[in-house]
């Protein structure tokens, strides 16, 4: 009977550990997501940013 029992508690064991590891791992998939979509809005916002000072240095060399 405590071989069963042992078992038993081994696996719940198992089990809760595998459920922190989850628990971490899904945390730091939403923090990385985070990081993603704001390193994504920093690199628009420098994409538009270069655009208009492309377009303002034509327009410099055009009035030359």
């Not at 078992?7 to 939403?30: D, H, I, N």
């Not at 690199?43 to 060399?61: H, K, M, P």
């Amino acid at each position: 009977m405590f071989w069963p029992m042992f078992a038993v508690a081994v696996g719940f064991l198992g089990l809760a550990v595998l459920a922190v590891f989850a628990v971490r791992v899904f945390l730091e998939a939403r923090r990385l997501g985070r990081q993603v979509a704001d390193s994504a809005q920093r690199i628009g916002r420098a994409a538009e940013e270069l655009e208009r000072a492309s377009l303002s240095a034509a327009r410099a060399v055009d009035s030359v």
